[in-house]
């Protein structure tokens, strides 16, 4: 298991340099007028783009151009993010946290919700609590995230009043932030202000965290439910199920130890990409609801046509992704014990 972890992360430098061969190669079809006004941060330097180009070498073959690209990364600088008005990897390290925190929260109702509503359904199948299931994947696995977020933001914080508004904490705790900061421990800010005892500006966080958290969870949990649902019921049907229950084993033990252990690995096979779908969600859900996570900032990226900030955004999925994909891999390892990696 070792030299296989060892061998997935030796590969993980040649996913990137060949993802940012293939985004540096992209842009240039583009002129070199048209990158270079990337860079533009006032109105003195539009109006001299050579002088940018000239600069930052844009009119070098590609070659050129992608070694100083790749000889600055190398040192540690991903670029100037106009989008965040901050250098690209101090970005990413303020705003990641965020989007983690975020990620870890819609996991529990996921997990949770979607495995145990899984079980019941195919335990019971063709039964009410299936044909509830069904209806409630149906609908809810073609609304789009930000459909989805729209409406609840609309509903609860527009109609009802119930929800706070977009954004991390309110105005008065942001200005108390301000004024006496949190000890930034993991980043993530809900967990730094249980560390410090915040409760007013913890409780706030969860406040704030709800709608999204619903709009991240809701969409993905009916895939997690499908899969959970029909590999239970495929479970039921093999022949050591039917030889537990022969032998005179309970059927919770049978339907539980037995059944929902082997239903768990399909589960547990997509679980690395639920991960990466929260991610891309969060794109749409943080814009939504205003949350200051990578997410938002990948958009504002694409919309300012922020080079640096899209290929160092690009470069963070590229490696969550790999991750992923290793995260998978060992949990199905753990779950199965047939399955063994040399």
């Known amino acids: 298991m070792t ?32 990158r270079a006004a990337a860079f533009v941060t006032n109105e003195n330097q539009l109006r001299n783009l050579e002088a940018i180009i000239r ?25 100037f993010s106009k989008a965040s008005n901050q250098p690209v990897f101090e970005t990413i390290a303020e705003r990641f946290p965020a989007t983690v925190e975020l990620t870890l929260f819609s996991l529990f ?5 979607g495995i145990w509503l899984g079980t019941r359904a195919g335990l019971n199948k063709d039964r009410f609590i299936d044909q509830f299931t069904r209806v409630f994947t149906v609908i809810t696995n073609n609304i789009p995230t930000f459909v989805l977020g729209i409406i609840l933001l609309v509903i609860f914080y527009g109609l009802l ?26 980043g993530m800010l809900s967990i730094d202000a249980l560390l410090a005892g915040n409760w007013a500006v913890f409780w706030d966080v969860l406040h704030h965290m709800f709608l999204p958290v619903i709009t991240l969870s809701t969409v993905i949990t009916a895939g997690m439910i499908k899969v959970m649902r029909s590999s239970l019921i495929e479970v039921l049907s093999q022949d050591y199920v039917r030889t537990a229950r022969a032998k005179g084993l309970p059927e919770r033990t049978v339907n539980l130890k037995h059944a929902r252990r082997n239903a768990l690995i399909p589960v547990a096979t997509i679980g690395g990409f639920v991960v990466l779908g929260l991610l891309s969600g969060a794109l749409f859900t943080e814009t939504i609801f205003a949350w200051p996570g990578i997410g938002s900032w990948g958009a504002e990226t694409a919309t300012r046509f ?18 992923a994909n290793l995260a998978v891999d060992i949990i199905y390892a753990l779950i199965d014990p047939r399955v063994r990696f040399d």
């Open 161 to 186: 009043g119930l929800a706070p508004g977009p954004g991390q904490v309110s105005p008065e705790n942001q200005v108390n932030l301000i004024i006496n900061p949190i000890p930034r421990v993991t």
């Open 306 to 323: 922020d080079v640096p900030g899209l290929l160092g955004f690009a470069l963070l999925s590229g490696i969550l992704t790999v991750l």
């Open 55 to 79: 600069e930052k070498g844009l009119d070098q073959p590609f070659h050129v151009q992608y070694w100083n690209w790749l000889r600055e990364v190398l040192r540690g600088n991903l670029g």
């Open 109 to 113: 109702p996921i997990l949770g919700f």
């Open 3 to 34: 030299a296989f972890i060892l061998r997935r992360l030796m590969a993980l430098p040649l996913v990137l340099l060949a993802l940012s061969l293939a985004i540096v190669g992209l842009l240039q079809t583009l002129s070199p007028a048209e």
